[in-house]
């Protein structure tokens, strides 16, 4: 439980905070959705490749009565971030771009 934080910076102004995730925001834009995972939610892991989130969440080990209440973060029907787990791989921070910061308090 708690809230979800979003911080929008440039990446070296950020300061870290326990259990945040960083993506790059240069390929993204508002507004961003938030919503618990949906069957057949896909997270691109690669290039070449998605996998399902369900599974995602289960090779982590986050207990099923959980699960549902994992926020997923998009812009523009693609998924962004299974937040605290993973981001997609066309979202990088980069050392001299803005980033988005996420984290639960």
């Given at each position: 439980?708690?809230?979800?934080q979003?911080r929008?910076?440039?990446?070296?102004?950020?300061?870290r905070?326990?259990?945040?995730?960083?993506?790059?925001a240069s390929e993204?834009g508002?507004p961003l959705?938030?919503?618990?995972?949906?069957?057949?939610?896909?997270?691109?892991i690669?290039?070449?490749?998605?996998?399902?989130?369900?599974?995602?969440l289960s090779?982590?080990?986050?207990?099923r009565?959980e699960r549902?209440?994992?926020?997923?973060l998009?812009?523009r029907?693609?998924?962004v971030?299974?937040v605290?787990?993973?981001?997609a791989?066309?979202?990088?921070?980069?050392?001299?771009g803005v980033a988005?910061?996420?984290?639960?308090?």
């Amino acid at each position: 439980g708690g809230t979800l934080q979003l911080r929008l910076a440039p990446l070296d102004e950020l300061a870290r905070v326990q259990g945040d995730q960083i993506v790059g925001a240069s390929e993204l834009g508002f507004p961003l959705t938030i919503r618990a995972p949906e069957p057949g939610d896909r997270l691109e892991i690669s290039p070449q490749g998605s996998r399902k989130v369900a599974k995602l969440l289960s090779d982590a080990k986050i207990p099923r009565v959980e699960r549902s209440g994992t926020p997923l973060l998009f812009y523009r029907q693609k998924l962004v971030l299974v937040v605290g787990l993973r981001a997609a791989y066309w979202c990088p921070a980069t050392p001299d771009g803005v980033a988005l910061q996420v984290w639960c308090s």
